[in-house]
């Protein structure tokens, strides 16, 4: 799968420490050097018949339509696409506006991840969004009357400024606007925000671990009635609405980042990164360079990663692909490390997959973390 990490973002989050650069003027320049990264990458995927193509990281909603056109144009050069491709551009809902979706129905864009956050404004003032939730609303029902019924929102949970019954209501208003799919995650503190500064002033609350374990589990069963699949622990997607980019990240598969920051994985054993300066990721690329580093995987980091992802999913960790990456003395030691939480409960096993109940999930990270080799 491929996927392009576009710089350009207007959007600084409170929660959020990504805050790219705000200044358009290096556009065309960063766009020319995007298309050659491109094609200086183009066999590095063993299978150039693409079932995902995303276009993330910054707002590539920034971007005008046919200049996304044009990247999808060039992909085309070098890549097929499968006949039930996915190609997903994320958004702020004040990004989507008439014209744009407009524009965007005549591309082969055929699902929208927006970062909607909260259908409320005192969540969304705390965030520092530049939309308002009457945007957030709007923004979904336009797209849908621009044909996208692929759209996937964000929701965070936890916060501060909401609570259990303002929770209750985002979750009623996602299902009033038949939205597929939901992303959802608790607010997190991250340094060097002004929301870790307020919180150190006392100007607002910390987020409760305790309220956030509860609103996580009433979205799980309130979802799950209203027919979503709760596939992952962030992830909620009604029937052939699952993410396909988000799946292939969550069962080890190969994947090619294009962009600043942008991150590969062969698959194997080789990850990489781009470099996330902006100016120097050009200049790299104007002399037919590529800006990135690479790690070769130890077999310590494939076994902990492969658990990290792998016991956050439904599907579990699949034993027969960890078992061919790992030495017997490593799956001897997971298999030791497992009995008692098996017997405990707080894991299961079925047909070769390592699972944790969804009652656990809540507490999955440190479940994983208590089996990694040190």
């Not at 208003?173 to 870790?196: G, M, Q």
């Not at 598969?253 to 120097?280: C, D, F, Q, T, V």
Request: charge should be negative; hydrophobic fraction near 35%; proline fraction near 3%.
């Amino acid at each position: 799968m491929l996927y392009f990490h576009i710089p350009f973002c207007k959007q600084k989050c409170s929660y959020c420490n990504f805050h790219f650069s705000t200044s358009l003027d290096f556009k065309d320049e960063m766009i020319s050097a995007i298309k050659k990264e491109l094609f200086l990458r183009k066999d590095e995927l063993q299978d150039n018949n693409l079932q995902s193509l995303y276009f993330g990281g910054g707002t590539p909603s920034i971007l005008k339509a046919d200049e996304l056109k044009s990247i999808i144009d060039e992909v085309l050069k070098y890549f097929t696409f499968d006949k039930d491709i996915e190609i997903t551009i994320e958004a702020n809902p004040d990004d989507l506006d008439k014209n744009f979706l407009k524009d965007l129905s005549r591309t082969e864009i055929n699902r929208l991840s927006i970062g909607t956050q909260s259908f409320f404004d005192d969540d969304l003032k705390m965030m520092n969004r530049a939309h308002n939730s009457s945007e957030a609303e709007s923004s979904i029902k336009r797209s849908q009357d621009f044909g996208f019924e692929n759209i996937s929102i964000d929701l965070i949970y936890g916060s501060p400024t909401s609570n259990f019954g303002i929770w209750k209501q985002n979750l009623n208003k996602t299902i009033e606007l038949e939205v597929p799919h939901v992303s959802s995650y608790a607010l997190t503190i991250e340094p060097k925000t002004a929301l870790n500064q307020w919180i150190k002033q006392k100007k607002i609350a910390a987020p409760n671990e305790s309220e956030q374990n509860k609103e996580f589990y009433y979205m799980s069963q309130f979802l799950k009635d209203h027919g979503f699949n709760h596939y992952e622990i962030s992830n909620f997607g009604k029937p052939e609405f699952h993410s396909k980019h988000n799946s292939a990240y969550w069962k080890y598969r190969e994947y090619l980042g294009i962009g600043p920051s942008a991150h590969s994985y062969n698959g194997r054993n080789e990850r990489s990164w781009n470099i996330a300066n902006n100016k120097r990721y050009i200049d790299f690329l104007n002399k037919n360079q590529l800006a990135k580093e690479t790690e070769i995987l130890s077999e310590k980091d494939q076994f902990n990663e492969m658990l990290m992802i792998g016991l956050r999913t439904t599907w579990g960790v699949d034993l027969v692909s960890l078992k061919e990456k790992c030495s017997a003395e490593t799956f001897d030691y997971l298999q030791n490390e497992i009995q008692q939480k098996v017997e405990d409960g707080i894991l299961i096993m079925e047909h070769n997959h390592l699972k944790i109940p969804e009652k656990h999930w809540f507490m999955a990270d440190g479940i994983a973390s208590d089996l990694f080799l040190v």
